[in-house]
């Protein structure tokens, strides 16, 4: 009766991992279906200094910040909307300069192999501090609360503003998987709006789950011939618009994005980071819709045990026969 039990108990577990497969890849059919394709429209095209390496690219009160890049020519600069630099410091020439924010009236600014951040003031330019970190910085983003930090893999880390310690490190996944070579950041509400290196597109990432839930082909606003790859989103928050540049770009744009096509994941990114198959039959999409197959399962299973004519039946189990057909009644006699 224990073997019984135990091939019985084995087939059960068989049909209700059979029932949960769906749902362990159900949320990854869940953020293909999430993911929103924008387009971008141009309001406005100014000048931008074709000689800027740019690395980091923020806006705030009216003027947008650049952090620009290479060594021996890094610097921190400020720069009206008609692209005329008004300020610029140099940085150390073996400072390879990187991503920009700023974060309570001061600008941070990352640099790619230093391991440190530099604070200025954002009236003065001047440096009042610094922060250490380990790893490469890439680009960096300010959420009122904490900074928001890439370092060029598909990880993002979370960083208390007051001493740059890692609060939480968040993985990002576009189409399931792992989207790496994050690069300049603009953070905006609970999303964040990434470059990834030489990629066309800007993705845009909900900073709860780290799914990709928006993409936006920017491939229409690069020079010909191009010569540098995207890589400046900066955004002002009192016109609801974006100025996009990159890297020696000659031009800067203010931009909105809009629609273009809702739940649709075979978006083209100007380049390969992944695909998946949304096709098959449709899952479960609630808990109790998931409660209502397990218990039909474990129901329809027990009645086959009890009442069932198949192996193990509890006729079969009590040693329950027909009688012999000898003893049968068969009607009258001819």
């Not at 091939?7 to 749902?23: D, K, Q, R, T």
């Not at 390496?53 to 720069?79: A, D, I, M, P």
Request: aromatic share 12%; hydrophobic share 40%.
């Amino acid at each position: 009766m224990a073997n019984q039990f135990r091939l019985i108990w084995l087939i059960f577990s068989v049909i209700i991992v059979a029932l949960l497969s769906p749902f362990l890849s159900s949320s990854e059919v869940s953020d293909l279906a999430t993911i929103t394709q924008y387009e971008i429209e141009i309001l406005n095209t100014e000048e931008h200094d074709n000689g800027a390496f740019t690395q980091g690219f923020l806006f705030h009160q009216g003027k947008l910040y650049e952090s620009t890049g290479q060594l021996n020519e890094s610097t921190l600069r400020e720069v009206n909307l008609q692209g005329d630099v008004l300020r610029s410091v140099n940085l150390s020439s073996e400072v390879f300069g990187e991503g920009l924010t700023v974060h309570n009236n001061t600008l941070v600014q990352l640099t790619w192999k230093s391991g440190v951040a530099y604070i200025w003031d954002i009236e003065s330019l001047t440096l009042v501090g610094n922060f250490d970190y380990q790893d490469e910085g890439w680009g960096i983003c300010s959420d009122g609360n904490n900074l928001v930090m890439s370092n060029g893999s598909s990880d993002l880390t979370i960083r208390n503003p007051d001493d740059f310690s890692v609060i939480q490190t968040l993985s990002v996944t576009f189409n399931g998987s792992p989207l790496p070579e994050l690069n300049e950041l603009e953070c905006v509400g609970d999303l964040v709006y990434a470059n990834v290196w030489h990629l066309k597109s800007i993705f845009i990432i909900n900073m709860t789950s780290g799914n990709v839930v928006g993409t936006i082909d920017a491939s229409s606003l690069f020079p010909e011939p191009s010569p540098g790859v995207l890589n400046g989103v900066a955004y002002d928050s009192g016109n609801n618009t974006f100025w996009i540049t990159g890297k020696n770009w000659p031009t800067m744009y203010q931009v909105i994005f809009q629609q273009i096509d809702e739940n649709n994941s075979g978006v083209d990114t100007g380049g390969e980071v992944g695909n998946s198959d949304n096709t098959g039959f449709k899952l479960p999409s609630t808990v109790e819709e998931f409660t209502l197959i397990l218990f039909s399962g474990f129901f329809a299973l027990l009645t086959y045990m009890l009442w069932g004519n198949g192996f193990f039946s509890l006729t079969k189990s009590r040693g329950v026969d027909n009688p012999p057909a000898a003893t049968m009644y068969h009607g009258e006699q001819e």
